[in-house]
């Protein structure tokens, strides 16, 4: 297919799931774009394709910048708010010959599970809801839940999101898709509107492995103007001590026994244990690992993470950033409290209470630092199961382990993503709990990939799919690409070979 003909499809996708409300800001300049396709199409023909994203359409989350669309974070309190700029990630995209198709709706400054608490309304799944109604809807994974359904319904070829705390992988496994992590550092945050400085990671949601390494390879990169970029003679240092490992042949696929919690769903465990076989039969070994810590993650997190989001927050006052009421700002004696109060979500809110007072004097001790040390309990326990040393320690205290892992492979979400319906009824807690396998991978910063895995065809299910996840060592992205190339080849012959999934 052209690349014409892949964009105007794409366009035309737009308005056949509007409904779905993928987008804030749906694609414009539709004449301009095209024709900068059809250049596109010409280079490619003549073999002076700028990259492999040059005339592709590709979607931004709307918490990342953009100067050619509104950047709203789905909240009313930015709803009119235009950045004069474009995030690093943007600029690189646009140099590469992409074409920004349209700024995608998220949970309100990415705080949710579901895209459910958005100003502009919730995300609809199409391809899940109960007894597989596509009508019903189901959840589409939050946050960055727009991106995920506008590359599940070709709305678009990718899709950049954001990830705090699973939130490109959690909506990629709950629509089918790929959604990629990069190790923190890799890609650049600046013009990305923050909600936790030290977890936020640029992410990529694509239809598969090779199309997100595609915008990955493109928007990586040293950056001067983000202080968490890491830098190039760093990048190399890593690369160098990569390519020197040991690791020849098969891989040492870990398998962590916490995962295997009472919750999770009895499909998720059937597919997660046959995607292990089907590893196992290619010739990789798979050993158990022990991540102790585990269980104290997802605790730490929601401890942290709201902890940072209502110091970056405390700026939303109408006076220097976001929309400000008109009319009696002031009430009980603080200037901007009627818009704060009206400007920001439920959710948003409960977690700026959170923040300030997990940070306050009287609870810092209990629950910030606890959380920070249960936050280095995990990066110790990854260190401890992979064989490659993490490079970002200090060269004493790097050592390799013959008996580590390579990569470590686990669900991505507990369950099947829920109905729409139930979410009304859904407590706070219920939805925390979703994050729980993608959590620790995000409080490491480790590079983690979730690959969609076919159930067997007598399962029934609403979505056909489960989301399988890899994590390896800081740095090691490239291994994960491979593993999950290897999960999609054998899902490719599974497809043409009805019985073999």
Not at 220 to 245: C, E, N, V, Y
Not at 467 to 485: H, P, R, S, T
Request: aromatic content about 8%; charged content about 20%.
């Amino acid at each position: 297919m052209s690349l014409l003909r892949e964009a105007e499809r794409c366009i035309a996708n737009q308005g056949t799931y509007k409904a779905l409300n993928a987008f804030i800001s749906p694609f414009r300049g539709e004449s301009s774009a095209l024709a900068a396709v059809k250049d596109a199409d010409g280079r490619l023909s003549a073999g002076t394709t700028k990259s492999p994203l040059d005339g592709k359409l590709v979607a931004i989350k709307d918490n990342i910048c953009t100067a050619q669309y509104p950047t709203t974070c789905a909240s009313a309190i930015l709803k009119h708010f235009t950045s004069p700029f474009d995030a690093t990630v943007v600029s690189k995209l646009a140099g590469a010959g992409a074409i920004i198709s349209g700024k995608t709706n998220l949970d309100e400054f990415g705080m949710g599970s579901h895209s459910t608490h958005s100003f502009f309304g919730p995300v609809t799944n199409k391809t899940a809801g109960l007894a597989g109604a596509a009508s019903a809807g189901g959840s589409s994974g939050g946050s960055s839940g727009g991106s995920a359904v506008a590359v599940a319904t070709g709305q678009c070829y990718a899709a950049l999101g954001t990830d705090t705390g699973g939130s490109v992988r959690l909506p990629a496994a709950y629509t089918g898709i790929v959604g990629f992590k990069p190790s923190y550092g890799l890609v650049s945050r600046w013009g990305v509107v923050a909600y936790a400085n030290s977890l936020d990671t640029v992410g990529v949601l694509a239809k598969d492995s090779r199309s997100a390494r595609a915008v990955f390879d493109i928007i990586q990169g040293f950056d001067q103007q983000d202080p968490t970029s890491l830098k190039t003679s760093a990048r190399s240092r890593i690369q160098q001590m990569i390519d020197k490992s040991s690791r020849q042949g098969p891989l040492r696929i870990g398998v962590p026994a916490e995962y295997n919690i009472e919750e999770l769903s009895p499909l998720v465990r059937e597919t997660w244990i046959r995607t292990l076989k089907h590893l196992q039969e290619e010739g990789h070994s798979i050993q158990p690992v022990s991540l102790p810590s585990t269980k104290h993650a997802l605790s730490a997190y929601y401890v942290l993470a709201p902890a940072e989001a209502s110091s970056n927050l405390a700026k939303y006052d109408g006076v220097r950033y976001g929309t400000r009421e008109s009319q009696n700002d002031s009430a009980g004696g603080t200037l901007f409290a009627k818009t704060r109060g009206e400007g920001f979500g439920d959710e948003v809110k409960r977690r700026i209470m959170l923040g300030s007072y997990s940070l306050s004097a009287q609870a810092i001790d209990n629950y910030f630092l606890k959380a920070q040390k249960v936050r280095r309990l995990v990066q110790q326990d990854f260190d401890s199961a992979f064989a490659l040393s993490n490079p970002l320690l200090p060269s004493h205290k790097q050592s390799s382990r013959s008996d580590g892992v390579d990569v470590i492979i686990c669900p991505t979400a507990p369950s099947l993503p829920p109905a729409s319906e139930s979410l009304k009824t859904q407590t706070p807690l219920d939805a925390y709990m979703n994050d729980v396998f993608t959590v620790p991978a995000s409080f490491a910063g480790l590079p983690a990939i979730s690959v969609p895995v076919a159930h067997n065809v007598e399962s029934g299910a609403p979505l056909d799919t489960t989301g399988v996840q890899i994590i390896a060592q800081y740095g090691d992205d490239n291994v994960v690409f491979k593993v999950a190339e290897v999960i999609e080849e054998w899902q490719s012959i599974a497809k043409d070979t009805p019985g073999q999934a």
